[in-house]
């Protein structure tokens, strides 16, 4: 029973380090949090998961593995989206601007899979 155990954990982190290897997953991997991306490089380097697995780690293999989806957005873009209507503004008329702005960029796209990139 042991030996079959090692066997399916085994066969478990070839699968996962063999899936994080591809090309599109890798660039997934650069929208990953800081802490989330070194949770997922650090099982990459020792290719053998931990003995315990962190609820971290389990969410950062979930999202890179989700299909996570660039949005480039150009800092004159947000600049612009940000002074529509006028300049200076409160608060609150700022918020408003960004998260219509947000809405556009996030149309039709799943906003949990959804990483906003300045550029």
């Known amino acids: 029973m042991d030996d079959e155990l090692v066997a399916l954990l085994d066969n478990w982190t070839q699968i996962l380090l063999t899936n994080l290897n591809d090309p599109v997953i890798k660039q997934s991997q650069d929208l990953l949090s800081p802490k989330a991306r070194k949770l997922v490089t650090d099982f ?12 971290a780690f389990i969410q950062a293999l979930k999202e890179v593995l989700s299909g996570l989806v660039k949005v480039a957005v150009k800092l004159t873009d947000l600049q612009a989206a940000l002074t529509a209507g006028g300049s200076p503004a409160t608060p609150d008329e700022l918020k408003k601007r960004f998260d219509e702005f947000l809405a556009t960029l996030s149309k039709g796209k799943d906003a949990g899979k959804m990483r906003v990139v300045l550029e």
């Open 44 to 55: 990459m380097a020792a290719k053998e998961l931990p003995d315990e697995l962190p609820p």
